[in-house]
């Protein structure tokens, strides 16, 4: 039985029944061909996602690729999409989406290596103490001391072409006068950037390496100024107004309330307490303490607003001035001059970029609620800094944007018609936030399971509190504070400020003590957020019937949630610390030498806020037991065992199927399996599950592969 002919419309405006029954009349693949083409001028949308998953693919190469591979990824798609594009023929309707989705693919996997190479820097090799003479790049006040940041340093006993771009150091007390630019020395413990203390955990070392950090570590005693900067370039200039707007904002509202208002206005967050941190993530209001897409929102809107006002008050130049263009165009100036005090990390560019767009669009007349200009933005990121695909920030900033875009498309968040009384347009306001802290929170939450084990249950509570009275109070008395520090009358407007923060601290202590203010659930596999992430694209980026398809790859991603199996056990490159999965899901962590960085993170990701009690000597928890030699973990009929001793290996040989070995021992006497220090230190850690049939080890290095941020 033939078909009928299918048509692009005919896709338009179906219900999902009407959608299956018209699957079923014209065939799947003619179904999918209409679909796609009706959907002609919403591809332009995923070329920032081809762009991801070709940078996506050049970081899980087990392998760096040479630079000139990368080059000619491009070339043959290039002369096929030329072909395509000037030749006539059938096969050119089906065959161009096809090559316009592998182009961006294959354009992310030639400039990543590019991006990757022009950063290259050296790195420390190996952990010591040096004698560090260096410049200042920036100096940030911390809980306890100060933290530097130098670069131009000089190693005592390592060579000028080895010595890295970038130094980061902890000092245990203040320096007085210190400003960027000064010349510095000082002896520190340095040590490089750290690898990921389990496979698929956060890469520190990573990270660093593209912000050219080399070596890492804390003063072994003061820092002694060698000269002061006579003069600076624009770069440290910027880095000194930064320490002068965190100095004045300090001593006109000391205490938590200052430190969250230098975060705020600065972006230097050092002094922040850990509670503070803790309180405000398990609240849902950490995005407030990194400047983001809304603070650069906040600030240009309020700009925006003002100089409308301002002109509307001023009827001759109403009349004779665009008020809305020129508004634009001092939020837009405002934003870049609020982007510079910040110190422009990568979050805050993002958030520059996307709100710049806006704002031009503003001015050239055309809406700037697009999604494609969130496309724009993106694809402008992802070509000039391709890693920070990698980060949580790009991954949740976006989510949430396509997702406020995609809510406002559809109409869910549009206005009612009809404006009400003030009572009215209150509610709508309230209800206006709490909508979009749904959907936000929607989007972002399988970004937050996945790098923080974490999902803040009250967040809409919290956000209905602290996102009006950062917008209304904090950020425009923190902005006018800013403007008149050259008066000497900033205090002021900082206490008010102050005074606003200190409300938000409450509320988030108040939530945060709520039972079950926060669910924290082990990390899933990476699978899981793929399918999720790839569905939700597939729901807000298409505009017909089809798009609902994406709820099938939400789902998915639901279900491979569920059925991720965390290690029974965990080991970390020394050998020395070890955690075991109990058969109630707990982790406990062994008491022999303690790391709180690794414990910290392994229980992170295990979804515990502090580990279970490790068996005592002689007294078996579960399926493991330890004695004054070691442990045996045995489980589904396998038996691993830790010696800690040299007298028990050979008996944990002898009745093992795998022998983890603390001693300098790297064989077993028979042909029982040993893992032994060395190749520990060349494994980097790893993880281990304890099967029927076998027992599977995935290591550290295996997941990271050969790459210039881990030799």
């Not at 509320?507 to 203010?517: E, N, R, W």
């Not at 910290?600 to 030699?629: F, I, K, R, T, Y």
């Amino acid at each position: 039985m033939a078909h009928r002919p299918f048509h692009p419309a005919d896709v338009v405006g179906l219900t999902g029944a009407q959608l299956g029954r018209r699957v079923m009349a014209a065939g799947l693949g003619s179904w999918l061909l209409g679909a796609l083409l009706a959907e002609r001028e919403r591809w332009l949308l995923w070329l920032p996602v081809g762009l991801g998953a070709g940078i996506a693919l050049y970081f899980a190469l087990p392998r760096e690729p040479p630079v000139w591979l990368g080059l000619l990824y491009g070339l043959p798609l290039l002369a096929t999409l030329c072909y395509l594009r000037w030749s006539p023929g059938p096969e050119r309707p089906v065959a161009l989406p096809l090559v316009v989705a592998l182009a961006p693919i294959a354009l992310g996997m030639a400039i990543a290596p590019v991006r990757t190479w022009l950063v290259e820097a050296p790195v420390l090799e190996r952990r010591a103490a040096y004698m560090v003479e260096a410049r200042v790049r920036l100096v940030e006040d911390r809980v306890r001391g100060e933290r530097l940041l130098l670069d131009r340093a000089v190693l005592e006993g390592v060579d000028p072409q080895r010595t890295p771009a970038l130094i980061r150091v902890s000092l245990r007390s203040r320096v007085e006068g210190l400003e960027p630019g000064d010349r510095v020395r000082l002896r520190a413990l340095l040590m490089p950037p750290s690898a990921p203390v389990e496979p698929h955990g956060f890469d520190f070392a990573r990270q660093a390496y593209f912000t050219r950090l080399g070596a890492v570590g804390y003063a072994l005693g003061d820092a002694q100024v060698l000269a002061h900067a006579d003069r600076r370039g624009w770069a440290l200039g910027l880095a000194a107004v930064r320490q002068a707007i965190a100095h004045e904002v300090a001593v006109a509202v000391p205490g938590t309330a200052g430190a969250i208002a230098v975060a705020l206005l600065t972006g230097l967050r050092g002094a922040l307490p850990d509670h503070i941190w803790n309180q405000w993530a398990i609240a849902g209001i950490a995005h407030l303490l990194a400047i983001s897409g809304l603070h650069l929102g906040l600030v240009a809107g309020t700009l925006f607003f003002a100089v409308r006002i301002a002109l509307a008050l001023a009827p001759p130049l109403a009349l004779r001035l665009p008020a809305k263009k020129l508004a634009a165009l001092v939020a837009l100036l405002g934003a870049f001059g609020y982007l510079l005090i910040s110190g422009a990390p990568v979050p805050t560019q993002r958030a520059f970029a996307m709100t710049a767009l806006a704002l031009l669009a503003v001015m050239v007349d055309r809406n700037p609620f697009s999604m494609r200009l969130v496309a724009w933005a993106a694809c402008a990121i992802l070509l000039l800094r391709p890693e920070s695909l990698l980060g949580a920030s790009f991954q949740m900033s976006f989510g949430a944007v396509v997702a406020l875009i995609a809510a406002y498309e559809t109409g869910v968040a549009k206005r009612p018609a009809g404006a009400g009384g003030l009572d009215r347009r209150l509610l709508m306001y309230i209800g206006g936030i709490a909508l979009t802290t749904l959907v936000a929170s929607a989007a972002t939450t399988p970004f937050s399971i996945y790098h923080f084990s974490r999902f803040p249950t009250y967040g809409i509570v919290t956000n209905l509190i602290a996102v009006p009275l950062t917008g209304i109070w904090i950020m425009p008395w923190g902005m006018l504070g800013v403007l008149l520090i050259p008066l000497g009358l900033g205090g002021l407007c900082f206490m008010l400020m102050g005074q606003g923060i200190e409300v938000i601290i409450a509320a988030a202590a108040v939530v945060a003590d709520l039972p079950g203010a926060a669910l924290a659930v082990p990390r899933p596999p990476l699978a899981a957020l793929l399918a999720t992430v790839l569905g939700s694209l597939w729901l807000c980026l298409w505009h017909t019937a089809w798009r609902r398809l994406g709820l099938i790859g939400i789902v998915m991603g639901l279900v491979l949630m569920t059925l991720g199996q965390p290690p029974d056990l965990l080991v970390d490159a020394r050998g020395q610390i070890v955690a075991v999965r109990r058969d109630d899901g707990r982790v406990a962590i062994s008491p022999w030498q303690r790391d709180r960085w690794i414990t910290d993170n392994w229980l992170q990701s295990a979804g515990q806020a502090e580990a279970a009690p490790w068996p005592a000597d002689g007294v078996p928890e579960g399926p493991l037991a330890c004695d004054a030699l070691g442990c045996v973990l045995e489980r589904h009929g396998r038996r691993v065992a830790l010696a800690r001793r040299p007298e028990a290996i050979d008996e944990d040989c002898r009745h093992a199927d795998l022998v983890m070995s603390y001693p300098r021992i790297e064989l077993c006497p028979n042909a029982t399996p040993l893992i032994g220090p060395r190749a520990l230190r060349r494994a980097g850690g790893m993880a281990l599950w304890l099967e029927p049939s076998r027992i599977e080890i995935l290591t550290v290095r295996e997941v990271r592969g050969d790459r210039p941020w881990t030799r």
